[in-house]
């Protein structure tokens, strides 16, 4: 096995070194993921990035940057006790930085998880216009939202990192200066434990969310469409031609959306008579969770029949979104190497509804001075013999 390096911060220029100091040129670690902790070290409007370790008693292996807060390699154990990759991302800082790759790999989305309708927000009276980067609708924060900032982090032992970004008021044209915060925390059952807070001095929206694209086989060369997908939500919301919510909440019965039990992601995904189905692209919708915002309580499950490995997604958000990774065209090449095709990513998006700002009978996600946000993810993994 592969020694994994917690890595740090560091200031532009500074000199590297990841052992004491000899007069030895030694050769470079890398991490159980086959990640070279340098590639990671470099500068994005001035700030630095770096790539920071988690590991755990059994073995497995979580690294995150904090260019955009992403989580970048997850390694976890298979059913034969063999280590896999299983989410999608890039060899190196640079490949994320949006003038290489528009690219939402493992980030923590701010301001505003999902679109927001022609970017129009109201608050107390005023109408305020976001940027228009996605059918004309504000999608995860706009066009420059936290997944292309660099935020400051502190990694206070070998299983937490802590992230934090100071977004100005005007963000985006967002309102308010926010404080927000993303902890990671590697558990010793095997879950990424992702808590989120943020605060502000001015009323303004708030929805994150974390947007790693899971690919269970361990083998980004093949699709997720084999992958046995369990959503415990009886309801969702639909969506016209430009993926925005319609107001609408709708029973899944009957219908390909509906996942309240087990069945592989690809069973339906190509039914395009079904016109949630064409306008998705196959699926990109939120689903309205029946745990009633317990995060005790499994939203989600997915599980690779070829890999054994099994991955359960609590929150204490009222929805999950889940996108297939419809729109991955083989023009992205990750790591190792390999090019991403059509469906060879699955996201498991905890938050609120898309587009509440404009949806006031839906969970609010506005916040207030005086009040903290706050929003409770685990990806709890296992392997099924």
């Keep these: 096995m592969i020694k994994a390096t917690r890595t740090f911060m560091m200031l532009a220029g500074a000199a590297i070194a990841f052992t004491a100091c000899n007069t030895t040129k030694e050769a470079p670690q890398t991490t159980l993921s086959g990640l070279d902790p340098q590639n990671f070290i470099g500068e994005y409007e001035g700030k630095a990035t770096a790539l920071y370790t988690l590991k755990n008693a059994n073995g497995m292996e979580v690294c995150v940057t904090n260019f955009g807060g992403r989580i970048v390699s997850i390694m976890v154990p298979d059913r034969n006790g063999d280590f896999k990759d299983v989410v999608l991302g890039f060899d190196s800082v640079q490949a994320y930085f949006p003038e290489n790759n528009q690219s939402d790999f493992g980030a923590s989305i701010g301001r505003y998880a999902n679109r927001i309708n022609q970017g129009k927000i109201v608050i107390d009276g005023d109408t305020i216009q976001l940027p228009q980067n996605n059918f004309g609708h504000c999608l995860h924060g706009g066009p420059t939202g936290w997944q292309y900032k660099v935020y400051s982090a502190e990694q206070p032992n070998d299983s937490t990192v802590v992230l934090t970004m100071d977004s100005p008021d005007g963000d985006n044209n967002f309102p308010g200066n926010v404080k927000a915060q993303v902890t990671y925390t590697l558990t010793g059952d095997n879950a990424i434990d992702i808590a989120y807070k943020a605060t502000t001095d001015n009323p303004t929206y708030i929805n994150m969310t974390n947007h790693s694209y899971f690919n269970l086989n361990g083998d980004p060369t093949q699709p997720i469409t084999n992958n046995i997908l369990t959503v415990n939500a009886s309801r969702f919301t639909p969506v016209d031609a430009t993926y925005m919510t319609t107001g609408e909440i709708l029973d899944v019965k009957d219908t390909p959306m509906d ?22 692209n196959g699926y990109d919708h939120n689903w309205v969770l029946d745990t009633n915002r317990d995060a005790g309580q499994v939203a989600a499950t997915l599980y690779s029949p070829t890999t054994g490995i099994q991955l359960e997604v609590l929150t204490d958000e009222p929805g999950i979104q889940v996108y297939t990774g419809n729109f991955l065209d083989g023009t992205v090449t990750g790591k190792k190497g390999i090019v991403y095709q059509q469906r060879t990513g699955i996201c498991l998006e905890t938050q609120k509804y898309p587009d509440t700002p404009n949806k006031p009978e839906w969970p609010s996600a506005l916040l207030n001075p005086g009040e903290t946000y706050t929003s409770h993810c685990i990806f709890r993994f296992s392997a099924v013999k």
């Design 259 to 280: 996942f309240t039990t087990a069945k592989e992601v690809g069973a339906q995904i190509e039914e395009v008579d079904f016109e949630q189905i064409k306008f998705g």
